[in-house]
């Protein structure tokens, strides 16, 4: 009697057995995608279209089969823009949901404190937040989308030379983004020469008239343009000033302005005024010869109709970060940590909605100063410059 | 024996002894060590914060700015000029202490409203300063921070150490480290609640015209805790920096000093161990909600509203209150 009840157990015990050898085969586990952004609080302009992004594309990407075979699953946190939070949350993906990537870091802050755990842990980890510091020097599991605001300033002060505009009065925000600005637009004056900052001025983030700084620019000796780097309100109000002041120099912004809500906020006061952008803003204007027009022109689409409002840079930012992300894993051919970091690395030439990667030892961030395209403002619109 | 024990001036100490050692038993993913650590460090400030608003009655809205002073400082200290942890902790204390005289004394004339307002400024300041001077603090984007070393020998959440011939964790290490650091502040917080200092502390808060009546020396008993209570802040801020190994300005953010507040408030203003429980819902309730994803704050925010209607002088007096009438209504029905 008992030993017929072992050898029944025994059966029952192997048939459950291949059954959820069986089920396993057929669902293999789906690959898990860490994010923390900033989805709330004083950054969510930043988190908000980047979690929609990964969301619609996760999804699509699942209906058309995933990634290896495998479905993809996203793991997401909201860090509230606070850098304890976003610590926290890393630790959270890291330990306790053990992703295989992590995508995600809105802000500098977010994505610095976040490092440290992810270098020690060992996950390839893509940033989608800006400053140079994140990939300089280069961490081993450490890469990043956008480009940096140094990339910026290279590029507005290429602009200004190439129309011989040598003695630039320059006026930034104190906020995180300003300040950075500032700090590389000086550097990058030095290091290219030729080019000179002859004035220099900042301004609150909730100062209301800057008319008393752009004065001081004006009156100074020689000045032949104006560079704003700024981000919120504040450009909006430089360029309100500047227009009422009557000032006649060229006049430039960063990439931080480079939104349609910008145009709205400056109205005509913003004619004429150059930046630094993703080429997001033109999609129609892109020659067709540009190997970014049909990418840039998908995801705007896509999104819009989507989510049933405007797109914007940032969450291009996850777009190439998610793209990233899946193509390393399809090279790596596994999830292998240390492999899909390997594949990250030697990502040549793929074409993002922010720029064109070339990923290498030396640079984690893979894109060049001229994937920024400089924009004029003309009859409230964008034009395409170069 | 439990009669005596209940007695006993420190019962609470001991209790959280007991919680504090038994919970690696329960716990192993460094994750939850993590958040333990961090709960014990935010624990310990509201420890402090609690002297000045449980017990002497008075309100700061800006305390975060000290936790902030005291991370900053020994960020500074031992990242930029290479100090060790233990001197910079010390030498930042000392500064965050003279700054809180300087500032309470004034600012401590005032009452109800003047002085949340003036408490609100010097966090608002504080915080301003460390989001500007970019040079030094690194501006809105942070600075990263040494891990903790005591004469040379270093804790770091990354590490691996012996313990009583048992191999830990650096994340186990940090947090029994941080589980000392908070006994130890309940304790010297206890002994000065006990003092003839506490008493007079006390009487401030009951009535600041009697006390001054009876020779109390308000203004100074005043200036003092505030003293006291912005160096635990200090020291809190400097080894949450350590264990973070990252900050940004937002441990000085006004967001923060009304958590810290509000952990006083829903735990028990003026009861030690409820301050600590305040703290331990506040800072592990976002995780639990995490997972609500865009319903956490508005659960959260429900949680807060409703624990304040129903329970309005905080978790651990509440039950307190509601054991000790059933205890009474059992004694009444024996009779």
Known sequence: MFRKITRRASKFAAVAAAGLLAMSVQAADPIRIGSFLSVTGPASFLGDPELKTLQMYVEKINEEGGVLGRQLELVHYDDAGNASKARNFASRLIRSDRVDIIVGGSTTGATMAAVPMIEQAGVPFISLAGAVVITTPVKKWVFKTPQSDRMAAERILTDMKSRGLTKVGLISGTGGFGSSGREQTLAVAKEMGGIEIVADETYGGSDTDMTAQLTNIRNTDGVQTILNFGFGQGPAIVTRNYAQLGIELPFYQSHGVASDGFLELAGSNAEGLRLPASPLLVPESLPESDPQKPVVEAYKSEYEARWNSKVSTFGAYAYDGLNLAVKAIEKAGSTDKEAVRDALENIQGHVGVTGTFNMSPTDHNGLEADSFRILEVQDGGWKLIN | ?335
């Open chain 2, 1 to 335: 024996m439990m009669a005596r024990f209940s007695d006993f001036r420190l019962k609470g100490l001991v209790f959280l002894a007991i919680v504090v050692f038994a919970l690696p038993m329960f716990i192993s993913n460094p994750f939850h060590y993590g958040l333990a650590t961090q709960t014990a460090l935010v624990a310990a400030a509201v420890v402090g914060l609690n002297l000045l608003v449980g017990f002497a009655g008075q309100i700061s809205l800006g305390h975060a700015g000290f936790f902030g002073l005291g991370a900053y400082f020994s960020a500074i200290m031992t990242s930029n000029y290479g100090w060790s942890a233990i001197p910079a902790l010390v030498l930042g204390a000392v500064f965050v202490a003279i700054i809180a005289w300087i500032v309470g004394r004034p600012i401590l004339r005032l009452k109800g409203h003047y002085l949340s307002m003036a408490t609100l400024a010097v966090g608002f300041i504080i915080a301003i300063i460390l989001n500007n001077e970019r040079e030094i603090t690194g501006g809105p984007d942070g600075m990263p921070v040494p891990s903790f070393d005591v004469f040379g020998w270093e804790l770091s959440v990354f590490g691996q150490y012996s313990l009583f011939g048992m191999d830990i964790s650096g994340d186990l290490a940090w947090y029994l480290f941080a589980g000392v650091v908070l006994l130890v502040a309940v304790w010297l917080a206890q002994n000065l609640i006990d003092s003839p200092i506490g008493r007079a502390l006390r009487s401030v808060h009951g009535s600041e015209v009697a006390a001054s009546v009876v020779g109390v020396n308000t203004a100074k008993y005043k200036s003092l805790v505030f003293v006291i209570s912005a160096v635990y802040a200090s020291v809190m801020g400097a080894l949450y920096g350590h264990f973070q190994g990252f900050i940004t300005p937002s441990v000085a953010s006004f967001d923060f000093s009304i958590l810290l507040i509000t952990m006083v408030v829903l735990g028990g203003m003026g009861s030690t161990i409820g301050v600590i429980i305040g703290a331990v819902v506040l800072e592990l309730l976002p995780q639990l909600l995490a997972d609500f994803q865009e319903m956490e704050m508005v659960l959260f925010g429900l949680i807060l509203m409703l624990t304040m209607i129903f329970m309005p002088k905080g978790l651990l007096p509440t039950a307190a209150n509601l054991l000790a009438k059933r205890r009474a209504k059992s004694a009444g029905g024996d009779a």
